[in-house]
């Protein structure tokens, strides 16, 4: 039951991914309860901030947007203790320090590909580690398993 609970949720973090306008990485997040949807989130920027993403450049895009986990936790509006997160991508230490202070019991994320690894393993290392010493539990995801 775990899995088919858990393919439904990788695919609903998925879907919500492709909503983001950012030309270079769409990231989704879905927060859960007891396998129902408490929030969802994609990467992009805030409500009423231009949406420039194809002409603003790197430095000013990365200082504009909002993380899909971050959105997902602000359009939450409620406690998120022992609620778990589904990601697309891997969360960055800013954000593994948001869900590590709501309470957040669980990150799932699919295995990542070997393109984003060798860009963003020094994040994941420091991120992986922050969730150990807080006791939030990590669960990697094969997408691609028939279970």
Same mark, same amino acid.
């Given at each position: 039951? !775990?899995?088919?609970? *858990? +393919? %439904?949720?990788?695919?609903?973090? $998925?879907?919500?991914a492709?909503?983001?306008?950012? &030309?270079?990485t769409?990231?989704?997040?879905?927060?859960?309860?007891?396998?129902?949807?408490?929030s969802?989130?994609?990467?992009?920027?805030?409500h009423?901030?231009?949406?420039s993403?194809?002409?603003d450049?790197?430095?000013?895009?990365?200082l504009?947007?909002?993380?899909?986990?971050?959105? !997902?936790?602000?359009? *939450? +509006? %409620?406690?998120?203790s022992?609620? $778990?997160?589904?990601?697309?991508h891997?969360?960055? &230490?800013?954000?593994?320090a948001?869900?590590?202070?709501t309470?957040?019991?669980?990150?799932?994320?699919?295995?990542?590909?070997?393109?984003?690894?060798?860009r963003?393993?020094?994040?994941?290392?420091?991120?992986?580690?922050m969730?150990?010493?807080?006791?939030?539990?990590?669960?990697?995801? !094969?997408?691609?398993?028939?279970?």
């Amino acid at each position: 039951m !775990a899995s088919k609970w *858990a +393919k %439904r949720f990788v695919q609903m973090a $998925e879907l919500v991914a492709s909503w983001s306008k950012d &030309p270079s990485t769409q990231v989704g997040a879905v927060i859960t309860e007891s396998n129902r949807i408490v929030s969802l989130g994609f990467n992009g920027y805030p409500h009423g901030i231009s949406d420039s993403a194809e002409t603003d450049n790197r430095e000013m895009k990365l200082l504009k947007t909002l993380h899909a986990e971050e959105n !997902a936790i602000l359009f *939450a +509006k %409620r406690d998120l203790s022992a609620c $778990e997160i589904w990601v697309t991508h891997f969360p960055c &230490p800013n954000c593994a320090a948001k869900i590590i202070q709501t309470g957040i019991t669980t990150v799932h994320c699919p295995e990542q590909s070997a393109d984003f690894l060798s860009r963003w393993q020094d994040k994941i290392k420091v991120s992986e580690e922050m969730f150990n010493q807080a006791g939030v539990s990590v669960d990697w995801v !094969a997408v691609n398993s028939d279970q």
